[in-house]
């Protein structure tokens, strides 16, 4: 998955020579913690509500408070590489540059909706714990087995404890079914859970 896929188009920005109190009232109308900052269309900072909450009450304007030369990400670069430069830099967002023009931001939150999408947790799936997956060949009957059933295997990670013991989510039109075939071809079904589905 690409961030171009997943940033928001509509950048809310700042000129560096607009006040303190400007920005304040941007991110708070627009309910945002991130203003690029722009000048004469070109990126040259990134300012944030924490920057604004720990500036010095004598401090005017955007440009006195703003990070300088912020670190950006293309829209071709991957949303996993962008969550590991969130992570790593404790970033809450990225700007997205393509060539030398703002085309995007993507923040934290988007990333996390991107993991959600990706992990199927906000679909009706089903995760399921089972034991007796020894090796490759274990995992791909398992993945075979999904599949006759009509389902989609989501992921499929080892447990921390016991190396044959799975862990797994998938999609499916009758989990009792993939169930039933899993425990036909050798594998102890534990446990069944279905996601829990949060309303936006």
Excluded: C, N
């Amino acid at each position: 998955m690409l961030v171009l896929h997943r940033m928001s188009k509509k950048v809310i920005t700042v000129d560096p020579e607009h006040t303190v109190a400007e920005a304040r009232k941007l991110l708070q109308r627009h309910r945002i913690r991130q203003l690029p900052v722009l000048r004469k269309q070109r990126l040259v900072g990134i300012i944030t509500d924490r920057d604004l909450r720990s500036a010095p009450a004598t401090t005017e304007t955007v440009a006195e408070v703003m990070t300088a030369k912020p670190a950006v990400i293309s829209p071709d670069a991957s949303v996993d590489e962008a969550a590991r430069l969130l992570r790593t830099r404790k970033f809450g967002a990225l700007p997205v540059i393509d060539g030398a023009k703002l085309v995007g931001i993507l923040t934290a939150s988007d990333v996390l909706d991107a993991f959600i999408d990706l992990s199927g947790v906000g679909e009706a799936t089903y995760r399921i714990a089972l034991s007796g997956a020894k090796g490759k060949q274990a995992r791909e009957e398992i993945r075979r087995t999904v599949l006759s059933k009509h389902g989609e295997l989501k992921w499929m990670h080892p447990d921390s404890q016991d190396a044959s013991r799975l862990h797994l989510r998938l999609k499916a039109p009758h989990i009792d079914d993939v169930v039933t075939a899993l425990e036909a071809v050798g594998f102890d079904v534990e446990a069944v859970v279905a996601a829990s589905r949060l309303s936006a």
